[in-house]
Structure formats: structure tokens, C-alpha cells
């Protein structure tokens, strides 16, 4: 594993966006396994910058993200499809039909689940998967559990990841209670894997996740297994 410490949010958003060029690069036809929240904000910013510069091209990058919200369709502004419209694919020159968000909207959302893994692998594998972390160390939306779960796959969410994630909805009780996440099975099957963290309350996970024992109660620290992990933390 890679522990790289900065200082800023955004030289860790310039050193993030600069590993996920450097994928597109060596790799045009690639899979980037992409994730939401603030941490990827400013990585997406600059990956937008160095499109539009023409230093990366998207247009056979094709991408899959972690998760989504259940029964939030693409249009309302709080799912995750949404987000990654507005925060990276609306700006940058990627076929939006080779972007891949598992539907939160599925009647089976078990079905939806084993079509995403299968979609996945038909499509190579993911080349370089970016997570950020929760603050209870979830990736994606795998909750801390007695088990780590394989496949993708329906979780009720903590109330502790209803809290956080409120701040992005008008009130506690509009955050959907459920989503339907990646498994680690594809997560753990990246070819690379890079997670971004910022801010002292992520501090003592981070540690917990990296330098503590593998525990599916704190889901991040399965990363640990991975043979090619880079973890970027900044302090601000
Ligand atoms: C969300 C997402 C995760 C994300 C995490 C951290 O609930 N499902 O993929 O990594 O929480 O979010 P943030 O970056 O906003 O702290």
C-alpha cells in the first residue's frame, strides 16, 4: 500500500486526478470505477480541467460508479446519477452510455444487483477504482457488518451515514434509507485501487481502515488484501 499524506484538499485533488490521467493515458479503453460524495469534488474539477486542455480524452474511457440511492431516479438532484452528470460527465467529452450507475429505481433490486456484477465483468473489470471512505468506514455503501459482502447488493443505511450524508438533502428525513452498493468482490477485483480522504474527522478511520486489524466492521480495512492500494489523506 501507498499512504501518501498532503496538506491541502487541493494537492489532494491534483495528485488524485493525476493518477486517474495517467490510467486514461496508458490505458484509453479503460474502466474507471468512479464514487461520489465531497471527497472526489475537486479530482473530478481537475479531471474536467485536463479534458478540456486536452491532455486526457474520455471518449472510450467507459466508467461504472459504486452506488445509488433506492428509489431515486437519474433526474432528482440527489442521486447519484445525477451527481456524476453534474460533477463530471456533463463536462467532459465520455460516451454517457458507457457510464454505468446501478438503478436504485430496479423492481428486483437483487436482479439489478447480479446484472451489475456480470455487466462488470463482461466489461474487463474495473482497471482503477476510486473510493472515498465514511466516516464509519464504509466504501461505497457497505456498511460495517459481521460480514463483508461479495456481491453487489441492497443495504439498509446507518443512521450515523443518514446523519452525514443529510447535509446534501433539505432535511434528515428526505435521505433514502437504503441503497444498493458495488459488493467487494468487484470492488476487490479492480486492477488498482485509490482512495481519497480529507479533513481531521476522517483521521482516526483512515488509521483504523489502514493500520488496524481486517474487520468487516470497519469495511475499508479489506483494502488491506488489495495488492495495489494508493490512499491519499489531507489534513484540510
Ligand atoms: C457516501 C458514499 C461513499 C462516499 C462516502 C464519503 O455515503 N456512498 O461512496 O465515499 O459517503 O462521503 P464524503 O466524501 O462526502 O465524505
Redesign the pocket.
Known amino acids: 500500500m501507498k499512504f501518501i499524506t498532503v496538506k491541502t484538499y487541493e494537492e489532494l485533488s491534483e495528485r488524485a486526478a493525476d493518477l486517474i490521467a495517467a490510467q486514461i493515458l496508458v490505458k484509453p479503453y479503460c474502466v474507471l470505477g468512479l ?6 469534488v475537486g479530482t473530478y474539477k481537475r479531471l474536467i480541467e485536463d479534458n478540456k486542455n486536452g491532455k486526457i480524452d474520455f471518449s472510450t474511457v467507459v466508467s461504472v460508479n ?2 445509488e440511492y433506492v428509489g431515486l431516479d437519474g433526474t432528482n438532484d440527489q442521486s ?1 446519477r445525477y451527481f456524476m452528470n453534474t460533477n463530471l460527465f456533463d463536462h467532459v467529452n465520455i460516451d454517457k452510455s458507457k457510464t454505468f450507475v446501478p438503478n436504485g429505481c430496479a423492481e428486483d433490486l437483487e436482479a439489478e444487483g447480479e446484472f451489475y456484477d456480470t455487466q462488470i465483468k463482461a466489461l474487463g473489470g474495473i482497471d482503477l477504482q476510486l ?5 464509519d468506514g ?4 457497505n456498511e460495517p457488518d459481521e460480514v463483508f459482502t461479495a456481491a453487489t447488493h441492497e443495504v439498509k443505511l446507518d443512521e450515523s ?1 443518514i446523519k ?2 443529510a447535509r446534501f438533502f433539505a432535511n434528515e428525513n428526505e435521505v433514502p434509507k437504503t ?1 444498493i ?1 458495488m459488493g467487494m468482490m468487484s470492488i476487490m477485483q479492480a486492477k488498482k485501487i485509490l482512495l481519497i480522504a480529507n479533513g481531521a474527522a ?1 483521521k482516526e478511520i483512515v488509521e483504523k481502515a489502514f493500520f488496524g486489524p481486517v474487520d468487516p466492521k470497519v469495511p475499508a480495512s479489506i483494502l488491506q488484501l488489495h495488492p495495489d492500494v494508493t490512499v491519499i489523506y489531507s489534513e484540510n
Open positions: 464514487a461520489t460524495g465531497s471527497s472526489p459504486l452506488d447519484y473510493l472515498g471512505i465514511g466516516l464504509h466504501i461505497g455503501f451515514t452525514a450524508n441503497a452498493t476522517k
